[in-house]
């Protein structure tokens, strides 16, 4: 593709969100992001920001629209928006800290999955990428709610690559070590857990960011089998 491409990257006021939107900016992508905040710390003339709320059908409705009617095309979805709402064993955790887990991490991942789809059917092109947590392999006590909405994107999206792959689109899962990216939430299981993680996986090396180290696993590549 000669022009350049048209990336969604939802998340992006901090975190991994934002060292994405900044690492495809300097690659002259333009660059999507979405939060619920109006602003984010990314001023490029490639930046394109939209407030929205993943989690809600008629914030992402919203969102595509002002994609459609700016880019009219869109190449890439890379789905990072989560929360992990509490850090504690299932017994205690109330529903509505389990609703906005299931809400923002799954249900989002659906909407923005979705939208991005049904838009880049107009090119027959399209890579979506749906950000996961090693929580679902490890199980980790008091990880119940984030882990349940993670695997719940693990599903979604081998059944989703399946079904829009004939109109040139693939969908991807991929999954990042948590705690050397500097996102706040898991900064204390990361201090308990990292040797007896990294034990267990073999990790890709990509590179440092901002906060560290963090490295880049391609779980699935969920074309159709």
């Not at 500097?182 to 960011?209: E, I, N, Q, Y």
Request: charged share 15%.
């Amino acid at each position: 593709m000669s022009e350049a491409l048209t990336i969604l990257i939802t998340g992006t006021s901090r975190g991994i969100g934002r060292h994405l939107a900044e690492h495809y900016l300097a690659r002259s992508a333009k660059v999507i992001g979405c939060s619920r905040g109006e602003t984010v710390p990314i001023s490029h003339t490639n930046y394109f920001h939209v407030r929205a709320d993943v989690g809600d059908e008629k914030s992402v409705t919203a969102l595509f629209k002002e994609i459609r009617e700016k880019f009219g095309r869109l190449d890439v979805a890379i789905n990072n928006a989560a929360i992990n709402p509490t850090l504690s064993l299932a017994l205690m955790t109330p529903f509505t800290a389990a609703e906005s887990a299931l809400r923002t991490n799954f249900l989002g991942t659906f909407l923005v999955s979705r939208g991005a789809a049904k838009l880049m059917m107009r090119n027959q092109f399209g890579r979506i990428i749906n950000l996961s947590s090693m929580a679902v392999r490890h199980e980790v006590s008091g990880e119940s709610l984030y882990t349940a909405s993670k695997a719940a994107v693990h599903a979604f999206t081998r059944v989703f690559a399946k079904e829009v792959f004939s109109f040139g689109i693939t969908c991807m899962l991929s999954v990042f070590v948590p705690g050397s990216t500097g996102v706040a939430c898991v900064s204390a299981w990361w201090m308990f857990h990292r040797v007896s993680v990294l034990d267990t996986m073999k990790p890709c090396w990509l590179g440092r960011s901002p906060w560290g180290i963090f490295f880049w696993a391609t779980i699935n590549n969920s074309a159709v089998s």
